[in-house]
């Protein structure tokens, strides 16, 4: 096989659950008879009532549903810490690394975990909080995060976790759109020795969301917490609440958390995953792909506001009884090694992280990484964009040693877990392919008309049937989520990623092929971008695309139009964004244009902008339908000049 890498037959040190046979054979079975698959996966989960009706969903138009497990009834909760109980209470949970490597770090047992999330729903009750209501999170990665959402989980509150990175104005934009009453913030975070201001930033969102009457404080800082009125400190109320809370039972299909995630069009969407089908699919991927070991510490370095942390610190971990690491700050602080430090400190087993880190890790050279040990390694993980097959050969190779077959896992923030990656053990790896479909997934490859493409190709990248863990719609807008992944092509699960199939039947994921950008694996619509833009009042048009960077993935470049007479300078416009939106959408480059490129009906030319972005200004392809073609020539000579 041309470029094999990881040879699981002479390097893993000890064989995986699944072999190439074993997963050919329970592959078979997921696709041929997925009811009787299912049937014996749902044993995984502890149901209060067992499912009898597995997947009854449909991409058609005409009778347009994801449903599984329709008539199950199960706590999410419970089945990540109660079920646990008698056999691994003393077992550590979760282990908190904090940002400062001097700090002590804590560790709590599944017992501890259970005790205290039950108190925390005990407040969030006290709170006037009821089943179906929105809780929205915004917190900094302590354990304090996952509490949040366990609480909610236990008394059917549906979480909407927002990223810590995120301004007020896309803190209220989320609050407004889920109709949410109450947030779970912090006095601050911590990230890299720096201070996020937490309760400040709440606080301004506060103003533009008039639905939010309640904000509940966890206090991180030693100096005493200012209350405004609405605010409450967690610290008291939980002070005189019950151990004992127990857990709602739930429908299979209640949604368990909105997530809102980029697309190329509008505002973010609600991403609604379910209580059932969600929690079998982080179990199940959790376990299989990381071929999970009782008593192994497992650490996906994400963010809770992202679903890498929902599904792979939180939910997948804990349902399956695994210890998972939840560290507070950054890989290169206070130095490059603080990544492998954590790593030999807590004998990390698994370690999941993102293409953007290895590339800034490798950057600062090995000496960073051969200095510490990490011997207690046993596989590795990425995540979150393409990984070039020069990161993949340093992560094997130096933090590695050679000896861990790396997970590349594709998927999406409306996959709810892994669709395609090695399963460890499973077969050869080959750097910068996330090989093969998971259990139960059907991916094909179609051309710009929707047609199968088959064998070695390459195209638009669509799932053919329903997946347990697959999204239930758009939050207060089903008709968009059937138009956002329904309508492009019909009877297929659109992805917007494109992906090019090998001759060994390998699935190799090129990159978005629709108006997201993917900057140091954070997802962003340039629709959003420009929203932000033209809110500025010297800016009159913008259009936003990705070019290709070295350490991000992606870098974001801005093409505005003032308006006659206005100035700005772009450093002012990429501060803008910056307080619009969050630091991660700060545009790298603001180009003002003199004009866009646009059809003769008025539709920017983006092929065009990307080009001109990428500094490739050779291949315009067909530019005949231009209103006014001169401006492309125009945009050059900026570029060059
Ligand atoms: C990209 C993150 C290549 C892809 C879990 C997808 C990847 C988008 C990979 C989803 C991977 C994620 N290889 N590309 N292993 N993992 N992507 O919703 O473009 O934040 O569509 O979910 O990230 O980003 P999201």
Same mark, same amino acid.
């Given at each position: 096989?041309?470029?094999?890498? /990881?040879?699981?037959?002479?390097?893993?040190?000890?064989?995986?659950?699944?072999?190439?046979?074993?997963?050919?054979?329970?592959?078979?079975?997921?696709?041929?008879?997925?009811?009787? #698959?299912?049937?014996?996966?749902? !044993?995984?989960?502890?149901?209060?009532?067992?499912?009898?009706?597995?997947?009854?969903?449909?991409?058609?138009?005409?009778?347009?549903?994801? &449903?599984? /497990?329709?008539? @199950?009834?199960?706590? %999410?909760?419970?089945?990540?810490?109660?079920?646990?109980?008698?056999?691994?209470?003393?077992?550590?949970?979760?282990?908190?690394?904090?940002?400062?490597?001097?700090?002590?770090?804590?560790?709590?047992?599944?017992?501890?975990?259970?005790?205290?999330?039950?108190?925390?729903?005990?407040?969030?009750?006290?709170?006037?909080?009821?089943?179906?209501?929105?809780?929205?999170?915004?917190?900094?990665? $302590?354990?304090?995060?996952?509490?949040?959402?366990?609480?909610?989980?236990?008394?059917?509150?549906?979480?909407?976790?927002?990223?810590?990175? /995120? =301004?007020?104005?896309?803190?209220?934009?989320?609050?407004?759109?889920?109709?949410?009453?109450?947030?779970?913030?912090?006095?601050?975070?911590?990230?890299?020795?720096?201070?996020?201001?937490?309760?400040?930033?709440?606080?301004?969102?506060?103003?533009?969301?008039?639905?939010?009457?309640?904000?509940?404080?966890?206090? *991180?800082?030693?100096?005493?917490?200012?209350?405004?009125?609405?605010?409450?400190?967690?610290? %008291?109320?939980?002070?005189?609440?019950?151990?004992?809370?127990?857990?709602?039972?739930?429908?299979?299909?209640?949604?368990?958390?909105?997530?809102?995630? =980029? @697309?190329?069009?509008?505002?973010?969407?609600? %991403?609604?995953?379910?209580?059932?089908?969600?929690?079998?699919?982080?179990?199940?991927?959790?376990?299989?792909?990381?071929?999970?070991?009782?008593?192994?510490?497992?650490?996906?370095?994400?963010?809770?506001?992202?679903?890498?942390?929902?599904? #792979?610190?939180?939910?997948?971990?804990?349902?399956?009884?695994?210890?998972?690491?939840?560290?507070?700050?950054?890989?290169?602080?206070?130095?490059?090694?603080?990544?492998?430090?954590?790593?030999?400190?807590?004998?990390?087993?698994?370690?999941?992280?993102?293409?953007?880190?290895?590339?800034?890790?490798?950057?600062?050279?090995?000496?960073?990484?051969?200095?510490?040990?990490?011997?207690?390694?046993?596989?590795?993980? =990425?995540?979150?964009?393409?990984?070039?097959?020069?990161?993949?050969?340093?992560?094997?190779?130096?933090?590695?040693?050679?000896?861990?077959?790396?997970?590349?896992?594709?998927?999406?923030?409306?996959?709810?877990?892994?669709?395609?990656?090695?399963?460890? @053990?499973?077969?050869?790896?080959?750097?910068?392919?996330?090989?093969?479909?998971?259990?139960?997934?059907?991916?094909?490859?179609?051309?710009?008309?929707?047609?199968?493409?088959?064998?070695?190709?390459?195209?638009?990248?669509?799932?053919?049937?329903?997946?347990?863990?697959?999204?239930?719609?758009?939050?207060?807008?089903?008709?968009?989520?059937?138009? *956002? #992944?329904?309508?492009?092509?019909?009877?297929?699960?659109?992805?917007?990623?494109?992906?090019?199939?090998?001759? !060994?039947? #390998?699935?190799?994921?090129?990159?978005?092929?629709?108006?997201?950008?993917?900057?140091?694996?954070?997802?962003?619509?340039?629709?959003?971008?420009?929203?932000?833009?033209?809110?500025?009042?010297?800016?009159?048009?913008?259009?936003?695309?990705?070019?290709?960077?070295?350490?991000?993935?992606?870098?974001?470049?801005?093409?505005?139009?003032?308006?006659?007479?206005?100035?700005?300078?772009?450093?002012?416009?990429?501060?803008?964004? &910056?307080?619009?939106?969050?630091?991660?959408?700060?545009? !790298?480059?603001?180009?003002?244009?003199?004009?866009?490129?646009?059809?003769?009906?008025?539709? $920017?030319?983006?092929?065009?902008?990307?080009?001109?972005?990428?500094?490739?200004?050779?291949?315009?392809?067909?530019?005949?339908?231009?209103?006014?073609?001169?401006?492309?020539?125009?945009?050059?000579?900026?570029?060059?000049?």
């Amino acid at each position: 096989m041309a470029s094999t890498f /990881f040879d699981p037959d002479s390097e893993l040190s000890h064989p995986a659950a699944l072999d190439a046979k074993g997963y050919a054979e329970a592959y078979r079975r997921s696709i041929g008879d997925g009811e009787a #698959y299912w049937n014996a996966e749902v !044993d995984r989960l502890d149901w209060i009532r067992r499912p009898t009706r597995f997947d009854e969903s449909s991409f058609d138009e005409a009778d347009f549903q994801v &449903r599984w /497990f329709a008539d @199950g009834l199960l706590n %999410v909760s419970a089945n990540c810490l109660d079920r646990h109980l008698d056999e691994l209470g003393d077992t550590p949970a979760i282990i908190w690394e904090p940002d400062d490597p001097s700090a002590a770090s804590r560790t709590l047992t599944y017992r501890e975990l259970h005790r205290e999330i039950c108190r925390f729903a005990n407040v969030l009750k006290r709170l006037g909080v009821k089943r179906g209501d929105r809780v929205t999170l915004y917190l900094p990665m $302590i354990p304090e995060a996952a509490m949040a959402m366990l609480a909610c989980a236990r008394i059917g509150a549906i979480h909407s976790v927002v990223f810590g990175g /995120f =301004s007020p104005e896309s803190i209220a934009q989320r609050i407004v759109d889920c109709d949410s009453s109450i947030c779970i913030t912090a006095d601050q975070g911590l990230r890299g020795g720096k201070v996020v201001p937490l309760q400040a930033n709440v606080a301004a969102a506060a103003k533009l969301a008039p639905s939010l009457t309640t904000r509940l404080i966890i206090r *991180t800082a030693d100096a005493p917490l200012v209350l405004e009125p609405g605010e409450h400190e967690y610290a %008291v109320l939980v002070a005189d609440v019950d151990d004992d809370c127990p857990p709602e039972p739930m429908n299979a299909e209640d949604p368990l958390f909105i997530l809102y995630t =980029s @697309g190329s069009t509008g505002k973010p969407k609600g %991403v609604v995953h379910s209580s059932g089908g969600y929690l079998l699919w982080a179990s199940l991927t959790h376990q299989t792909a990381f071929d999970y070991r009782r008593g192994e510490v497992f650490w996906c370095a994400a963010d809770v506001g992202w679903i890498t942390g929902h599904s #792979y610190i939180v939910y997948g971990p804990l349902a399956n009884g695994a210890t998972t690491l939840m560290f507070e700050g950054v890989p290169t602080w206070p130095t490059p090694a603080r990544f492998w430090e954590v790593v030999d400190r807590h004998q990390v087993t698994t370690l999941f992280t993102a293409p953007t880190v290895l590339r800034a890790l490798m950057r600062e050279g090995d000496h960073h990484v051969t200095s510490t040990s990490r011997i207690s390694l046993r596989l590795l993980g =990425s995540v979150g964009e393409p990984i070039n097959p020069e990161a993949w050969r340093w992560f094997h190779e130096v933090p590695g040693g050679g000896r861990c077959p790396i997970v590349d896992m594709w998927w999406q923030t409306e996959t709810g877990g892994g669709m395609i990656m090695p399963l460890p @053990g499973a077969w050869p790896q080959k750097p910068g392919s996330a090989t093969l479909p998971f259990m139960g997934v059907e991916p094909v490859i179609v051309d710009g008309e929707g047609r199968r493409l088959e064998g070695a190709t390459e195209g638009n990248l669509c799932i053919v049937r329903s997946w347990p863990g697959q999204m239930r719609t758009v939050w207060n807008d089903h008709e968009r989520f059937f138009q *956002t #992944y329904f309508s492009t092509f019909r009877g297929l699960y659109f992805t917007g990623d494109g992906c090019r199939r090998d001759e !060994d039947g #390998y699935y190799w994921i090129t990159g978005r092929v629709d108006d997201v950008i993917n900057v140091s694996g954070h997802r962003l619509g340039t629709a959003e971008i420009e929203s932000a833009l033209v809110l500025h009042p010297a800016v009159a048009e913008a259009a936003v695309v990705g070019f290709p960077h070295d350490l991000k993935g992606q870098g974001i470049h801005a093409y505005v139009i003032l308006n006659a007479g206005s100035a700005a300078e772009s450093e002012q416009l990429r501060q803008w964004v &910056r307080k619009e939106i969050g630091p991660i959408a700060t545009p !790298d480059r603001i180009q003002f244009a003199p004009g866009l490129p646009k059809t003769r009906s008025g539709k $920017i030319m983006r092929r065009i902008l990307r080009k001109v972005a990428e500094g490739d200004f050779a291949n315009f392809g067909d530019t005949s339908t231009l209103a006014e073609p001169g401006v492309v020539d125009a945009l050059v000579a900026q570029r060059v000049a």
